[in-house]
T-cell receptor, first 113, second 111 residues
Framework: GAVVSQHPSWVICKSGTSVKIECRSLDFQATTMFWYRQFPKQSLMLMATSNEGSKATYEQGVEKDKFLINHASLTLSTLTVTSAHPEDSSFYIC?????????FGPGTRLTVL | KQEVTQIPAALSVPEGENLVLNCSFTDSAIYNLQWFRQDPGKGLTSLLLIQSSQREQTSGRLNASLDKSSGRSTLYIAASQPGDSATYLCAVQGGSEKLVFGKGTKLTVNP
């Protein structure tokens, strides 16, 4: 099956710093990738849809200037959490879409101190 | 707005038992429904995908059914094993290709 990787798998940073998370489709090209956030004991919530070569589409309530998404190639999308705060601590999961379904990455655990 | 509910939130069973996980959704206009498995601190593994025109899908000991008109799906796990312990997530996809997830059912299979 299609494989999606994320890097890093976990990161700890100080409040006010920025963190970049990479999402790669390893064996297929993805024109569309998705970024989700999951808080403890909660469901995955879609943050934004990332389209190769164009601006991302953000869900209501998600600050586009805080969560910067870049989809520079058909195999790579990045999420940068700018000026991170403790409330941004969460599990961030990306997915990449083929013609028939989405495949999910292993997730990145972000802890902001 | 589509809402997905999963019942129960947690389930603990002895090894070997057959079990059913439930998923309901409010808007029956879906494109497909998918069941995922999530291990602690890990990403999602797709288990079964049911298209809106299908009634069920089977993979090994897993069987998922879909009743689109009533907004319900079930995941049946036969002869449960300790390795089945995980959180099971249900997600529906509407015409916008966005997935809407339930909160999941945390399954524990005791040896």
């Amino acid at each position: 099956g299609a494989v999606v990787s994320q890097h890093p798998s976990w990161v700890i940073c100080k409040s006010g710093t920025s963190v970049k998370i990479e999402c790669r489709s390893l064996d297929f090209q993805a024109t569309t990738m998705f970024w989700y956030r999951q808080f403890p004991k909660q469901s995955l919530m879609l943050m934004a849809t990332s389209n190769e070569g164009s601006k991302a589409t953000y869900e209501q309530g998600v600050e586009k200037d805080k969560f910067l998404i870049n989809h520079a190639s058909l195999t790579l999308s990045t999420l940068t959490v700018t000026s991170a705060h403790p409330e941004d601590s969460s599990f961030y999961i990306c997915s990449a879409r083929t013609a028939t379904q989405q495949f999910f990455g292993p997730g990145t655990r972000l802890t902001v101190l | 707005k589509q809402e997905v509910t999963q019942i129960p939130a947690a389930l603990s069973v002895p090894e070997g038992e057959n079990l059913v996980l439930n998923c309901s959704f409010t808007d029956s206009a879906i494109y497909n429904l998918q069941w995922f498995r999530q291990d602690p601190g890990k990403g999602l593994t797709s288990l079964l995908l049911i298209q809106s025109s299908q009634r069920e899908q089977t993979s090994g000991r897993l069987n998922a059914s879909l009743d689109k008109s009533s907004g319900r799906s079930t995941l049946y796990i036969a002869a449960s094993q300790p390795g089945d312990s995980a959180t099971y997530l249900c997600a529906v996809q509407g015409g916008s290709e966005k997935l809407v997830f339930g909160k999941g059912t945390k399954l524990t299979v005791n040896p």
